[in-house]
C-alpha cells in the first residue's frame, strides 16, 4: 500500500500526531463549538441529520460516537431513541465541554463522555449497534487500526457512519470551497481560537486524506461491507457507511 504523507497539527518531529491533534484540540476546545458552526454556515448540523438517518433502519439501541469532540453527533443520534450512547475523543479539553453540554440538556444520563483511544478501544467485541465519526478518521494516525477498531466493537449486522470533509470537483463549489478553505477559515479561526496551526491544518489535513473511492476500498480492504459514499453540499463532505458482516 502507498505510504501516506501525514499531516500534524504543529509538525513537531519529536511528537506523535495523536500527541499533536489532543493539544490542538485542547487548546481550541472553548471556541471550537462557535467557531465549528460559523465557518460552515451551520452546514454541518444539516450534514450530521443526514448521517444519523442512515442508522435508522437497524434501529441502534447503543451508539458509539468516536472523535465525538464537544459531542455534537452523539446529541444528533439522540433522535433514534437508544439506550446508551458512548462519546469517546483523545481530547480532556473537548470532553469537559461536552460533559457540560449533556447537563445543560439533560441527557447525560443517555450519553457518557469519556477519555480515549480511537485506536485503542476499551470496548468488548461487538458491542454497539452503530459506531459514528465526524469529521475525525483523517486525525487518526494509523487510519487502517482506527478503522478496525471501530469495526472491531460493532456487532454482526451494525452499521458505521463516518462523516469527513472531501474535496469538491466542480464549479463552482470547488473553487469557493479552496477558496474558503485557504483564507476564510484560517483567518477568522486563528483570530477567535488564538490558535493559528489549528485552522490551517484543517484544509491541510483535508487536502491529504483519502477520499471517495480510495477511502471506501480501504474500508472494504479493512473489512467492512455493503461499502457507499454520499457527497453533500456539492461534494464538501461525504457520509461513508458500511456494515459489519
Not at 96 to 114: L, N, P, S, W, Y
Request: charged residues 30%; hydrophobic residues 40%; without cysteine.
Amino acid at each position: 500500500m502507498e505510504e501516506r504523507k501525514v499531516v500534524k497539527p504543529y509538525g513537531d518531529q519529536d511528537r506523535s500526531k495523536k500527541e499533536e491533534v489532543a493539544e490542538m484540540f485542547n487548546n481550541i476546545s472553548g471556541r471550537y463549538d462557535f467557531l465549528n458552526h460559523f465557518l460552515s454556515l451551520g452546514i454541518d448540523k444539516i450534514w450530521r441529520r443526514k448521517a444519523v438517518k442512515k442508522l435508522k433502519e437497524i434501529n441502534p439501541e447503543r451508539i458509539l460516537d468516536i472523535a465525538t469532540g464537544t459531542g455534537d453527533f452523539a446529541i444528533q443520534s439522540l433522535s433514534l431513541k437508544p439506550t446508551e450512547v458512548v462519546g469517546v475523543d483523545i481530547s480532556a479539553g473537548m470532553l469537559e465541554v461536552g460533559k457540560t453540554k449533556m447537563k445543560a440538556k439533560g441527557v447525560d444520563h443517555i450519553v457518557r463522555m469519556e477519555l480515549g483511544d480511537s485506536e485503542n478501544l476499551s470496548f468488548e467485541d461487538g458491542y454497539f449497534d452503530a459506531v459514528t465519526v465526524a469529521f475525525g478518521v483523517r486525525n487518526f494516525e494509523h487510519l487502517e487500526k482506527g478503522l478496525g477498531e471501530m469495526l472491531r466493537v460493532t456487532r454482526s449486522g451494525g452499521r458505521i457512519v463516518i462523516l469527513e470533509f472531501s474535496k469538491p470537483k466542480r464549479f463552482p463549489v470547488k473553487h469557493y470551497f479552496a477558496f474558503h478553505s485557504k483564507y476564510i477559515i484560517p483567518f477568522f479561526g486563528k483570530r477567535i481560537s488564538k490558535d493559528g496551526r489549528a485552522y490551517a491544518y484543517l484544509p491541510e489535513s483535508v487536502a491529504a486524506f483519502p477520499e471517495g473511492k480510495e477511502f471506501t476500498d480501504i474500508l472494504s480492504q479493512v473489512g467492512y461491507e455493503k461499502v457507499s459514499a454520499e457527497t453533500v453540499s456539492g461534494g464538501i463532505a461525504t457520509i461513508y457507511s458500511g456494515f459489519k458482516k
